[in-house]
């Protein structure tokens, strides 16, 4: 298996561009540049809408399967589980368990040819470029040996693979235009094209992630790795942007050193636990990440980008709230 793609290479990768696919994605970013312009003529409520159903599909990638799938930061009873599957299926990045595969590959393998977006390859190859290409054989051999034991017995993820299919076109492009058209009496043209300028904001929400904050930022835990902590990423993500954290200590379901309030994906999972449908939150003590960042991380720069000196990292221990 591990022999699949035996004959590419970083340098040949380039010569088997996914032509069709370069082109598809190209049509539905003109569609969605039309829908920025529809934007400002059609009903509020269309508006409000697809605003909604972008927070609930970032929940399905964010708290679904980032959080909850690929890095088992709690768990999660059979209603939420399904609530963020079909969330998670709505924002169209591959089913569950291909994403968690990938992610679990990028996290191990960071930073080398078996990651997935290798991060020395520049900025659009992070952010969309190696979905165009096909995979390097150290990606798809890595990935192969990679557990998803736990993926394989959870029902929720194998039904969602099964259907995800004729699912995910059906809920990406089409569920919201039809509400608002339908329900809302919005036109078809503003329904279909501002539910793609939608769709897309989503897609590269979570593709900031891969290419942002790989690239800029600041690398307050471990400076040898490409993560990094990036408030714009963190605003676009309801708080997926504290990335070099996040690489260190993947398993804290608050992704974050701070418990900053624009960490929306944070409270949501703790308002689950208040709910009864999320338990076993696991966290990273305040001494742990001191002692790592000491360690590993750089003691001149904050997490907001702000030049420190010691007292000031004295201080950052006293408000870290957990
Ligand atoms: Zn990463
Ligand atoms: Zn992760």
Redesign the pocket.
Known sequence: MGLRNQHITKETQYQYVNWPVVYFVAFLHSVAVIGIFQMFQCNWKTLLFNLIFLEYVQLGTMAGV?RLW??RSYKASMPLQIFLAVAQTAARQNPIYTWVRD?RV??KYVDTDADPHDARRGFFFTHLGWAFMPRLPQVIEKGEKIDLSDMRSNPVVMFQKRYYDIAAPLLAFFFAPFITWYFFAESAMASFTVGMFRHLLSVHFTFFVNSVAHSYGYRPIDTTISSSNSMFVTVCTMGEGFHNY??VF?QDYRSNEYGLAICFTTYFIELMEKLGLAWDLRTVSKETVLARRRRTGDLKTNDVGNQTNDDCIEKEDEILPY
Do not use: G, K, Y
């Open positions: 980032h690929s890095h992610h990028h996290h996040h690489h993947p």
